[in-house]
């Protein structure tokens, strides 16, 4: 889908959140209350806001899925989902203003691999097929727009999506210089998860056009279990700044910042 906004639209955007079952919200209320705070017109959650850790194929049989259960990874979305909105419904109850001038941003939600863990689980268990969906976690219902796995989302001439494919069999885009491999492998700009580093790059087309390449880090505190590059892993949120026609200027919130200005 594109849809071409004013000009210097103001975008935040939330990297891979994981958020799963044992490890605190609050960092949902921080976001929250930063989105009032700036009033971004887009708000673009990347994917993986969910673990689903208990769909993982991964770790089937071993010691890591015992004991979890997949209606407490959704709950565990679903409340981290309640504390995003919770200051945003706050403050436009506190408008006494009609419905019509609250603030409401548009809201996307791009379908990340392990969201898409559901999809596969309801692909491969026929008798589960309607009785599990991407709907459990409920952006829908909170007027968010999903976008499925692997689709672009379009605006502003950026391309917005989980992780971007490359070659035959649709590897995920990564490695050194992730930035401006999706320069050149894509010739626009783009914007990407799933790696949970961060990395920024701008080169011309052929045109002479500007283009933009990001990747947006993680939004979690936590270490995760099955990497030893936690260190690694850059930690905040992104918020994009006079996006016109492709180009922007990317802001870094870092948790550490986020935390002291807003818990």
């Not at 969910?50 to 991964?58: G, I, K």
């Not at 006494?96 to 996307?108: G, I």
Request: charge should be positive.
């Amino acid at each position: 889908m594109t849809k071409k906004l004013k000009d210097n639209t103001e975008i935040l955007v939330i990297p891979d959140a994981h958020c799963k079952p044992g490890i605190d919200n609050e960092r949902f209320i921080w976001a929250g209350k930063l989105a009032v705070y700036r009033k971004p017109d887009i708000i673009i959650c990347i994917g993986d806001w969910a673990d689903m850790q208990s769909l993982s194929t991964y770790e089937k049989g071993t010691v890591y899925q015992e004991g979890l259960r997949y209606h407490e990874d959704v709950n565990a979305s679903l409340d981290a989902l309640a504390k995003f909105h919770k200051p945003i419904d706050d403050y436009n109850k506190k408008l006494k203003k009609p419905k019509s001038q609250w603030y409401k941003p548009k809201l996307v939600f791009i379908v990340g691999n392990h969201e898409h863990r559901i999809d596969r689980y309801g692909a491969s268990m026929p008798e589960m097929n309607g009785h599990v969906s991407i709907d459990d976690l409920g952006f829908k219902e909170r007027g968010w727009k999903v976008i499925p796995f692997l689709e672009p989302y379009i605006t502003n001439g950026i391309v917005f999506q989980h992780y971007f494919t490359s070659g035959i069999m649709g590897r995920p885009i990564s490695g050194d210089n992730h930035a401006n491999s999706l320069l050149r492998k894509g010739s626009s700009s783009a914007v990407c998860g799933h790696s949970h580093m961060i990395d920024y790059s701008e080169n011309l087309t052929a045109q002479h056009k500007k283009i933009c390449g990001l990747v947006v880090g993680c939004y979690f505190e936590h270490d995760e279990h099955y990497t030893k590059e936690n260190n690694r892993f850059w930690r905040g949120l992104v918020y994009l700044r006079d996006v016109k026609d492709g180009v922007f200027t990317p802001e870094f919130l870092t948790m550490e910042w986020i935390r002291r200005k807003f818990s």
